[in-house]
C-alpha cells in the first residue's frame, strides 16, 4: 500500500511508470546554481571590473537553489517555481548582453550558458509537471 503522505508530493503507482520525473530536470537546475554561486569566486570575475555581475550571480544562485531544492524534494507542488528558475535563467542572458561591458570574458560566456541551462531546465521541469498533473490528476 502506497503511503498517503508520499502520494500526496510524489507521482507514484499506475500511470507513472517510464515516465521521466520533473525532479531529474531540476536536479540538474540545483547544480547549475552551486556553480552559478561559486564561480564568480572561481573564475574571479573581480569586485572593481564586475562588482554587478558577482552580486547578481550569487544572488540568483541562493533563489534558485532554494526553488530547486523544493522542486526535488515534492515535484508535483508548486510547477510555478521552475518557471521563476527558468525567468532567472532569462534574466542572466539579458544581464549578461545588455548590462555588461562589450567582450566575451569568460564570466560573460559564464553567464550566458547558465542562463540558458536554467532557462531549458527550468521550463522542461515546468512543462513536465504540468503534463503529468493533466494525465494522472490529482490524487
Known sequence: ?????????????PGTDSRVNPSLPSSFVFLDALWLGFAPFVLHHGVAASGFAA????????????????????????PWLSLLNAALGLWLIVAALALRP??????????????????????????????????????
Not at 1 to 13: K, N, P, S, T
Not at 56 to 77: C, E, G, Y
Open 102 to 139: 562589450a567582450g566575451m570574458g569568460v564570466s560573460k560566456i559564464d553567464d550566458l550558458v547558465m542562463g540558458a541551462l536554467l532557462l531549458a531546465l527550468g521550463g522542461v521541469s515546468a512543462v513536465l509537471t504540468y503534463r503529468q498533473r493533466a494525465d494522472v490528476g490529482p490524487r
Open 1 to 13: 500500500m502506497v503511503d498517503q503522505q508520499a502520494e500526496r508530493y510524489l507521482w507514484i503507482g
Open 55 to 78: 552580486t547578481n550571480d550569487v544572488m540568483i544562485a541562493i533563489i534558485v537553489v532554494a526553488s530547486a531544492l523544493a522542486r526535488i524534494v515534492a515535484p508535483k507542488n508548486m
